[in-house]
């Protein structure tokens, strides 16, 4: 069943539309905004596509920069040996997963893939993709089960081990962010 999901930004200016299917994971997301922390302001456009194999593992990953005709392409082996743009690309070696800084789906794709339990912790190494900069490069971020999924969704908690932000995710029952406080918020379906 494919699902249709709007985020926007909480403090700033950003909107996305993502159509999504599970079981494996397809998603196709759009994200239009300014980009933050820049002057003067820049406005931007993207689509990411991301393509899981049966075990949620991540396979492939792109995005496209409408406004600056740029695209990363990204492809995973199963084994932890990623492609970028066609070439190897040692310095992602050992992700699992990618990390899109412009939206907050990305945060499903380990929720879902890994076995949760109340309290469980699970640090993860994610090619994480910096918009609009068209960036990716390797970081850890760790994830710990609050309350686990079940048919009234869930709760777990995020932290980048690099820049120490924290965030409590409540997900839907298919493992979808609801609410990213003070980041992002969910106005549709």
């Given at each position: 069943?494919?699902?249709?999901?709007?985020?926007?930004?909480?403090?700033?200016?950003s909107t996305e539309h993502l159509t999504v299917e599970f079981d494996p994971?397809?998603?196709?997301?759009?994200?239009?905004?300014?980009?933050?922390?820049?002057?003067?302001?820049?406005?931007?456009?993207?689509?990411?596509?991301?393509?899981?194999?049966?075990?949620?593992?991540?396979?492939?990953?792109?995005?496209?920069?409408?406004?600056?005709?740029?695209?990363?392409?990204?492809?995973?082996?199963?084994?932890?040996?990623?492609?970028?743009?066609?070439?190897?690309a040692?310095?992602?070696?050992?992700?699992?997963?990618?990390?899109?800084?412009?939206?907050?789906?990305?945060?499903?794709?380990?929720?879902?893939?890994?076995?949760?339990?109340l309290g469980k912790r699970e640090t993860i190494s994610v090619v994480y993709l910096d918009v609009p900069a068209m960036t990716a490069k390797a970081v850890e971020q760790r994830y710990t089960c609050l309350e686990p999924l079940d048919s009234d969704g869930g709760l777990f908690r995020y932290e980048s081990l690099e820049s120490e932000f924290t965030a409590e995710l409540p997900v839907d029952t298919d493992g979808v962010v609801l609410d990213y406080p003070s980041v992002f918020r969910r106005i549709g379906v």
């Open positions: 069943m494919q699902r249709h999901i709007v985020w926007e930004l909480v403090d700033g200016v994971v397809r998603a196709d997301g759009v994200v239009v905004g300014v980009a933050e922390g820049e002057e003067p302001k820049e406005p931007f456009r993207v689509r990411y596509r991301v393509q899981c194999d049966e075990s949620g593992m991540v396979e492939k990953a792109n995005i496209d920069s409408f406004s600056e005709n740029s695209r990363i392409e990204l492809e995973h082996d199963g084994n932890g040996n990623w492609t970028k743009n066609g070439e190897p040692p310095e992602l070696a050992g992700c699992k997963d990618v990390d899109i800084a412009v939206t907050p789906f990305t945060n499903t794709i380990p929720i879902r893939r890994l076995d949760w339990e």
